[in-house]
């Protein structure tokens, strides 16, 4: 049968984009369809936007400890408005650059939103379309529980556009979402509320580093309350009142909810067309991208795997390699290095203590609590922690964790280590990096327990 495409993906975003752009490169005839900008949550709405963001947050703590340095630092003064308009631009050169990257790999890329309607069909607006193979990488959306009022609080989304900064935020949620906003509002100047359900923010990251990060934030003014959630949300003139569930009122400026993100599959025409899908609405897959029909794949946050952006990416690097390039290749997701933006930021690779003990049982821990050399000079309270978790039976480091300045990008270079599987010896046996805080990974030596 001739089909009017090899491949059809569904989304421009970091899984869509790499998956077209390198089975193109094979050869085949590749077209993707956005409907909205080419770039995808990471780069319009998510990752990008956020880390400006997060720099922008960084200066009032940069300028006050400058004067620790001898530096006289004048008025300073900040407008949001200004950051949001330059981070626009920027974001638009991005998309610019996505849109040439396609079109120079040449991938067709079709406006509009893209339906199911067969195991070899889509739909985009009028136009039915067939394909070979149909890639779904539609990504996720903010998912928000459903309480009165709640048509009055924002996302991400919104709060990456909103032209002034409120005086008051109250932040829902305690994962990374929430935790890199509330950093970022305060750095900014607002007062932060922050709303978590439960017993202590970032479940499922080692817990010391839970810990630290909920101090670290308290000490930088954001009330951080626990065991508390959003009962319904009212409108007034001023903001939102919000009533919790232990009765009390709170009146913020706005409320912004991070509380996860789901997959967006709902309208896609992919239960009709046979595609089985979890009871989240992730599109289930086996472990090549494949769904339950042969010639649909899916890749991304679409899948609720991990959802990260360079997840996404090496899966949709496989998928490109295993259909198009004669090389069959399933993507692997342990020892995935991942950063919280938070202030200030995590770094982590591997198990976690807890995880550690449960699967493996005889583990040894190596900790580090240090305050960072800037600090010494500039003045502020904030600490520094590194965390190594090791087989006692193999030598081999399992896990390791950081919260400390420069922590994301600390950790990329001992995730290779980790991912290859070294041994805590030879972490042992690499010279440090002096005066560094990563070198606290290599100098480690007496186990707490
Ligand atoms: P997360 O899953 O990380 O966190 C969601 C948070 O909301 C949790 O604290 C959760 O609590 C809480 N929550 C869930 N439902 C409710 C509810 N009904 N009421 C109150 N609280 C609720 O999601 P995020 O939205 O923060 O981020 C989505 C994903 O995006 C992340 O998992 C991450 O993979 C990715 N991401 C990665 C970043 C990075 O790499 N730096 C940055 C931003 C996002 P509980 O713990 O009790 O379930």
Redesign the pocket.
Known sequence: MNFDYDLFVIGAGSGGVRASRIASGFGAKVAVAEEYKVGGTCVIR??VP?KLLVYASHFAEDFEAAKGFGWSVGETNFDWETLIDAKNKEIERLNGLYIQTLSNAGVEIINGRAVVTGPNSVRVGEREITAKYILVATG?W????H?PGIEHAMT?NEALEMRSLPDHVVV?????????FAGIFRGLGAKVTQ????EQ????FDDDLRHRLADEMRKKGINLMTEV??EKIEKTDTGVRLTLTDDSVLEAGAVF?????KPKTAGLGLEEAGVALDEKGAVMVDAYGKTSVDSIYAVG?VTDR????PVAIKEGHAFALTLFGNAPTSPEHDAVP????SQPPIGTVGMTESEARARVGDVSVFVSDFRPMKHTLGGSSERAFTKLIVDKKTDKVLGAHMIGADA?EIIQGVGIAVKAGLTKAQFDATVAVHPSSAEEFVLMRTPRS
């Open positions: 998510g990752c956020k996720g903010p998912d928000m529980p309480i991400s829902v949620g305690g994962g990374y979402i929430a935790v890199e709303l978590y359900r439960g923010i970032l479940r499922g959630n959003v909810y991070a509380t996860g993100r946050d991990i959802q990260l952006t991942s950063a919280v933006f994301a």
